[in-house]
């Protein structure tokens, strides 16, 4: 089918629905909406459907990065490949999340999907337990060697993009840990966390721009947040300088403040805000400034109303924090300031930021007490306002929000194996899901006459949360037909993403600038 024609047909799809959900005014109805009663099922003898049409054009983009060809160029887990090479196996537990899957067992509901085998050219899959077979199958070393190996198609990702744009001005890279529980007594590497629950403590280094996980360590639960945070941090300024990002900043909260290697990184010409601790001293300090050092902080709005701004909700929590006299923190006003610094294990001094919040602990409708409460950041940024640098490390809440996905969107912190290095494995291949989205989203063209509407929409799915874009990329109903020469998705339904996915198909389908 040419383009015309399929244009065609999506604009008739999306024409039928519009004129159905169109507002009108309706006369009285005599009977629900959802009227249908007389259902019966059957099994279909020659149409071949799939309700995860879209997995083929994520398998495009596995297959034109060269993803899959260069998994199996460089691990070597498996002696002899009967049947499976070791992409088979990486892309298996990929695609599983795009899929709907939220553990290693959903792959079952996959591997007896003859029509998802048939879609993908596959003869059979690895079940479960071979998938988990083949993560106790990981050293550390492979490990790194498989995010090394997707850092290199990332690589090429990135070469797909403006060079004239902004996209190679500043890369962002933040840092955070977070927890991945375990249930169970017996998964090696698994500890006390700081807050009493067993389990691991992964580190998740990641490029702020795309929100794409650059790296991933996973590391016993008692570990610190910072434990090879800075090895991490210079490998990934390292992958990003490679390709051409003209400026480097770090970002993290204060359990990343580590002085130690700030002088080198400020060496580098790498740019860095980053919390720190309220410390005695730095407290003094900040109690000593002039009151003329201090400026008012005023914070942009979340969002600008464009209509008619509508009527504020009674705030509920407000009203039972007043009527049941517990105490309540009300924030009154901000100011910052700043200050030159010398941390103990550096050579220079540095700018530290000053956010102080001026609060009232109230009871009820009284007053208690005013409190002063001091949040501190460290940068070598010396042209930014002051209020930029704390509007900077506030934005670090995107690494969280990230975070958040990687964990209850793809489920890549399940640890659905026994031991710390395995499930490391697992959480990399997982997170592969999340890599592969962001790809799609940053291969889709922009060039031509509609280029700011294209690049909006680029932006949109990018920005997209894991289960957005897999119902409205991932989970469309499909015929697979089988021709002499090529596999063909017949798409049996409409959305409004539909035209954004005809466009990145046929972008995925042509070979990759390298």
Not at 148 to 158: G, P, Q, S, Y
Not at 280 to 309: F, G
Request: contains cysteine; charged residues 25%.
């Amino acid at each position: 089918m040419n383009h015309h024609s399929r244009q065609r047909k999506v604009n008739q799809r999306k024409r039928r629905i519009r004129r159905r959900l169109a507002k009108r005014h309706w006369d009285v109805q005599p009977k629900p909406m959802f009227s249908a009663s007389n259902i019966d099922y059957d099994v279909a003898g020659r149409t071949r459907a799939l309700g995860v049409g879209g997995i083929g054009a994520i398998h495009l983009v596995a297959q034109q990065t060269g993803l899959a060809e260069r998994i199996d160029e460089r691990l070597h887990l498996l002696k002899v490949h009967l049947p499976y090479h070791e992409s088979d196996h990486v892309l298996n537990i990929a695609y599983n999340p795009l899929c709907g899957g939220t553990c290693l067992e959903d792959i079952e509901l996959l591997r007896n999907d003859e029509v998802y085998l048939d879609a993908l050219g596959a003869q059979r899959i690895p079940d479960p337990t071979t998938a988990g077979d083949f993560c106790r199958r990981f050293t550390g070393s492979d490990v790194e060697a498989l995010q090394e190996t997707i850092n290199e198609t990332r690589l090429v990702v990135w070469q797909q993009q403006d060079r004239q744009g902004s996209f190679f001005a500043e890369a962002v890279i933040d840092v955070d840990g977070t927890l991945a529980p375990t249930t169970g007594e017996c998964k090696e590497g698994m500890d006390l966390s700081y807050n009493g629950i067993w389990g691991y403590h992964p580190l998740v280094v990641s490029l702020s721009n795309t929100g794409e996980p650059l790296y991933l360590s996973n590391r016993s639960g008692n570990s610190t947040s910072s434990q090879n945070a800075f090895h991490y941090l210079d490998k990934a300024a390292e992958l990003c300088r490679q390709e051409g990002f003209k400026k480097i900043r770090f970002r993290g909260d204060t359990d990343f403040s580590q002085t130690q290697y700030l002088d080198g990184w400020d060496d580098e010409n790498i740019t860095f805000v980053f919390g720190m601790k309220a410390m005695p001293n730095l407290v003094e300090i900040a109690e000593n400034l002039s009151e003329t050092a201090w400026d008012s902080l005023v914070r942009p709005p979340k969002y600008i109303v464009k209509t008619e701004p509508r009527k504020k909700p009674v705030n509920v929590k407000e009203q039972i924090v007043k009527e049941r006299g517990y105490e309540n923190i009300r924030l009154q006003s901000e100011e910052v300031a700043e200050f030159a610094y010398g941390p103990v294990k550096c050579h220079k001094s540095y700018r530290v930021v000053v956010l102080r919040k001026n609060l009232s602990i109230e009871k009820g409708d009284d007053v208690l007490f005013d409190d002063v409460r001091y949040f501190f950041y460290i940068t070598n940024d010396r042209k930014a306002s002051k209020a930029s640098i704390i509007r900077e490390a506030n934005a670090r809440c995107n690494q969280e929000n990230l975070i958040e996905q990687l964990k209850n969107g793809v489920n890549a912190m399940r640890v659905p194996v026994d031991g710390l290095v395995s499930n490391w494995a697992y959480m990399v291949m997982a997170s592969l899901a999340w890599n592969l989205k962001a790809w799609y989203a940053l291969l889709l063209p922009t060039k031509g006459r509609w280029h700011e509407k294209h690049t909006c929409e680029k932006r949109k799915v990018l920005r997209m949360e894991f289960k957005k874009f897999r119902n409205f990329f991932i989970l469309l109903p499909c015929q697979i037909v089988k021709t002499g020469r090529k596999l063909v998705y017949r798409l049996l339904g409409w959305n409004e993403y539909l035209g954004v996915f005809f466009r990145a198909v046929e972008a995925f389908s042509h070979p990759l600038r390298c």
